[in-house]
């Protein structure tokens, strides 16, 4: 007869060993240092996601049921990992499509004494929330930027956009949230999502941990091969501990002051309604400036986070 020890068991016999050990009881420890994480997710980074119709369109795409189960099984590997690399508060940002893809019934933990809380909806803060009270920050099921060589579904914020510059630095989803992070003081630490994700992610992050789920067959955004879910989520929550391990390690990305971010969208048409002035600048038919005293405040002239 075989028997399985759950992972809460093996924790709570592993610290009553080692306070045993130490001649203490656990109510004569001192309660572990708070580590607020930020976790935002997203939808076309998640393992097995290749079609945006069939598997990520919310309530409408024929497999979009599948894929958030699949999402749902990505952030709870990750919550595992949080709480073994010493989390004490996770916030979730439910962040495609608008926020209504993870239920809070399909976020769970072993652990009643890890905070876990969803952000979803929308309209959200247009800097989501982020303070200095966090810890760190994370991604899962993270895609590329618009028109990265094999990138799997690569875009960035809508498919309307062709190329985003921070001072000169080509950025997408990933870049723009770690340069917010890091003006607030928070260092970004790990990635899930295609290979493509993980090399912007290094790109800004070199240190950073990566779990890469899926890579496209060739240059093709829509093709390409997956680790199953089980495997996928075993490597998350085995890359998600080793950053938390590491965090004291990591550094806040700098953006220089001031700041110049720069949008091209794919077409005249696809462009917004700006309206020129001071730190609002026309470039040409599909090109504009947004000019700021420091990262943030540039680009929130473009659009929120």
């Not at 939808?43 to 069939?54: A, C």
């Amino acid at each position: 007869m075989t028997f399985r020890i759950s992972r809460r068991v093996v924790h709570m016999l592993l610290v009553a060993s080692l306070l045993a050990c130490a001649g203490l009881t656990e109510a004569q420890t001192a309660p572990r240092p708070t580590k607020k994480v930020f976790m935002i997710t997203d939808l076309e980074g998640v393992d097995g996601i290749f079609n945006f119709d069939l598997q990520c369109v919310p309530f409408k795409g024929a497999l979009y049921p599948e894929s958030r189960k699949l999402l749902a099984a990505e952030v709870n590997a990750a919550i595992e990992g949080f709480y073994e690399g010493g989390a004490t508060d996770i916030v979730i940002y439910d962040n495609h499509y608008g926020g209504h893809n993870l239920s809070t019934l399909d976020i769970h933990t072993e652990h009643p004494e890890l905070q876990l809380q969803l952000l979803g909806g929308s309209p959200v803060s247009p800097t989501l929330g982020l303070d200095s009270s966090y810890s760190a920050l994370a991604f899962i099921g993270l895609h590329s930027m618009a028109g990265t060589p094999g990138g799997i579904l690569p875009h960035s914020f809508t498919w309307d956009i062709k190329n985003i510059w921070v001072n000169g630095k080509k950025v997408g989803e990933i870049g723009a949230r770690v340069m917010l992070a890091g003006e607030l003081g928070i260092p970004a630490i790990m990635v899930s999502g295609d290979r493509a994700a993980c090399n912007e992610f290094h790109d800004l992050v070199p240190a950073g941990k990566c779990a890469e789920v899926k890579w496209a067959s060739g240059a093709s955004s829509t093709g390409g091969y997956s680790l199953t879910s089980a495997e996928a989520t075993k490597r998350i929550e085995d890359r998600v501990t080793q950053a938390m391990l590491q965090l004291s390690s990591f550094k806040p990305y700098p953006v220089s002051e001031p700041t110049e971010v720069k949008v091209e969208y794919v077409s005249p048409a696809a462009v917004p309604a700006f309206k020129p002035g001071p730190d609002i600048e026309r470039v040409d038919s599909t090109t504009w400036l947004f000019k700021g005293k420091d990262f943030m405040s540039a680009w929130l002239k473009f659009r929120s986070f």
